[in-house]
């Protein structure tokens, strides 16, 4: 039993995190796109009289998304169409089970790592996982009985089969060079510094993989510039035929999509928790400088650095997402197999012969 409770601790506090973060995005892309628009945004729902800057219209969405009526075509497969948002929400939710966000807690004589569920083969899970995702996509688009509906979700299938691909290659030199598939041990294994001064994290080691990861990362979330599995100004969408708190499932799946994104950028090319120059007994520069800080200290700076990380890359996202127009479809496809392909399979060439020669 004493084993159990600190797992059971560990889901909570992650899953309330990333939900809460999940639900904050909804809020802060309609901010971030107005800003960016000039416009105000979100400002109308209010609780007494209190507006709070458009923060309840997060309540509002779910007050919304409950009460309205649940929908399943007349002469589509009710099963499938229950069961597809689902199977995307629980797959993107599942990967955040490997993903360390801090190094280890200590508490008296007990030491307890600060991820869920430390693999060893962590990474072919997580893959795993977000390749199930797919399933989703396609059945809510099969099992709509709309043939925009199936357009989309074979839009989608394509689109995710593809770009997972470019994802998984792109992995593979951050791989070779930690020399393990757990991600524990990828983090860890950029705690060093470059040349006495500069960290050793991913984005200065595989500066092409970060770029690759990234792109095929947000194609996906299925977000703008791609998101062609839910054009709205062409009626295509894998759940052009959802409503009630399944269609709001499918919409806090993108935004968990961003934040699993986001995680995976951080714990591959950002090092993780990692804050350049911290150690367990504080900060030790390398122009000689030291700060001594309590264990327990360094471990909630290490968490606090590993979800500002994150955030900072879904804002990223978000940016992203209203500046740049809609990919046609063939060159999204054709973006996968001809230039990011190759490029991925480049780069694990090129970090072969660097770890064969130095």
């Not at 399943?72 to 995307?88: E, Q, W, Y």
């Not at 804002?315 to 392909?341: E, N, S």
């Not at 190759?342 to 130095?358: K, Q």
Request: hydrophobic share 55%; net charge positive.
């Amino acid at each position: 039993m004493s084993e159990v409770i600190p797992i059971i601790i560990k889901i909570l506090f992650v899953f309330s995190c990333f939900l809460s973060l999940a639900a904050f995005l909804t809020w802060m892309e309609r901010k971030q796109s107005a800003l960016m628009q000039d416009r105000i945004g979100a400002n109308r729902a209010d609780i007494l009289g209190f507006r709070a800057i458009g923060l309840f219209h997060i309540i509002a969405d779910s007050l919304k998304m409950f009460l309205k009526e649940d929908f399943v075509p007349r002469r589509g497969h009710k099963f499938l169409h229950t069961f597809a948002p689902f199977i995307s929400a629980f797959c993107a939710m599942a990967v955040f089970l490997v993903i360390p966000f801090g190094d280890v807690l200590k508490i008296g004589d007990k030491v307890y790592k600060l991820q869920i569920a430390d693999i060893n083969v962590a990474l072919l899970l997580l893959l795993a996982f977000m390749s199930y995702g797919i399933y989703g996509v396609f059945f809510a688009g099969i099992s709509s009985h709309n043939k925009y509906g199936l357009l989309g979700g074979l839009r989608g299938a394509a689109q995710m089969l593809s770009y997972e691909v470019i994802m998984g290659i792109s992995l593979v030199g951050m791989v070779m060079i930690s020399g393990s598939l757990s991600l524990r041990e990828i983090v860890l294994s950029q705690n060093k510094l470059l040349f006495g001064f500069l960290p050793a994290w991913g984005i200065f080691l595989q500066p092409l993989a970060f770029i690759l990861f990234l792109t095929a990362g947000m194609a996906e979330t299925k977000r703008t510039p791609f998101d062609l599995p839910e054009g709205e100004s062409e009626i295509i969408g894998y759940f052009i035929e959802y409503s009630s708190m399944k269609f709001g499932l499918f919409f806090l799946t993108d935004f968990i999509e961003v934040i699993v994104v986001s995680a995976l950028l951080t714990v591959f090319f950002f090092g993780g928790w990692n804050i350049p120059y911290l150690t367990q007994s504080g900060f030790h520069f390398p122009w000689g400088w030291e700060i001594a800080l309590s264990p327990i200290v360094v471990t909630i700076l290490q968490v606090v650095a590993f979800w500002f990380k994150v955030f900072f890359f879904c804002w990223v996202q978000l940016a992203i997402r209203w500046t740049l127009p809609r990919f046609r479809y063939d060159q999204l496809m054709g973006t996968t197999w001809k230039m990011l392909l190759p490029l991925a399979i480049f780069n694990v060439l090129i970090t072969g012969l660097f770890i064969l020669i130095f």
